[in-house]
């Protein structure tokens, strides 16, 4: 027997697609919208709507950029340093970077991390294009901002060793241990990097 109108079923199913979403959460989302002014319910399936016709990517940084747009800014702008880039995983890395307030180069989307056990090899990346952008560009340094975990850290070992011969300065971003994490807790390639990368008092 039917217990709730097809309609708001197939709102719930829809919702429990979304990473992270169960189905309580996903039935309290599609009762709120319910519950709501119905323009609420218009303005979510209207922006929904405009994610895949208003938004592309970079060709050259393949960061996401409207679809007017031929280029990013964080990369066309004359007060970034393109011989300075962040090489991250995904777009929202490149938030999290903007928003410390304290990066003037570009940056580079990888769209992912190598892990073949997820058939994502080297090649289904934008490592070839980094390649032929530190070349055409001039990049004096690569900041390597992928995650410390083992997709993360092969990654980086892959990419470095792809400019084996160049001139280009390979760094990896500083990572150790958190504030408020005690030792025993942490994972052994936070506590690894924390010793490689310990510092005088």
């Known amino acids: 027997m039917k217990v709730l109108p097809k309609a708001l079923t197939l709102v719930i199913d829809s919702m429990q697609k979304l990473p992270g979403v169960g189905p309580r959460s996903a039935e309290r989302y599609a009762y709120f919208l319910l519950k709501s002014d119905p323009r609420k319910a218009g303005e979510l399936a209207s922006s929904l709507a405009a994610l895949h016709e208003d938004i592309s990517y970079c060709p050259k940084t393949f960061a996401l950029i409207d679809k007017d747009e031929k280029i990013s800014p964080l990369y066309s702008s004359p007060s970034r340093n393109k011989q300075l880039v962040a090489v991250v995983e995904d777009p929202f890395d490149v938030v999290a970077i903007e928003n410390t307030g304290q990066f003037s180069g570009t940056y580079h989307v990888l769209n992912g991390l190598i892990s073949p056990i997820d058939g994502i090899s080297p090649e289904s990346l934008h490592i070839n294009e980094l390649v032929k952008r530190v070349r055409e560009d001039g ?10 975990s083992v997709e993360g850290e092969s990654t980086a070992h892959y990419i470095a060793s792809q400019f084996d011969d160049d001139k280009v300065k390979i760094t990896r971003l500083a990572q150790g241990m958190p504030i408020g994490l005690d030792i025993e807790y942490a994972d052994q390639i936070t506590l690894g990097r924390a010793i490689e990368g310990r510092k005088p008092i």
């Open 139 to 148: 990049v004096k340094e690569l900041i390597i901002a992928t995650n410390a």
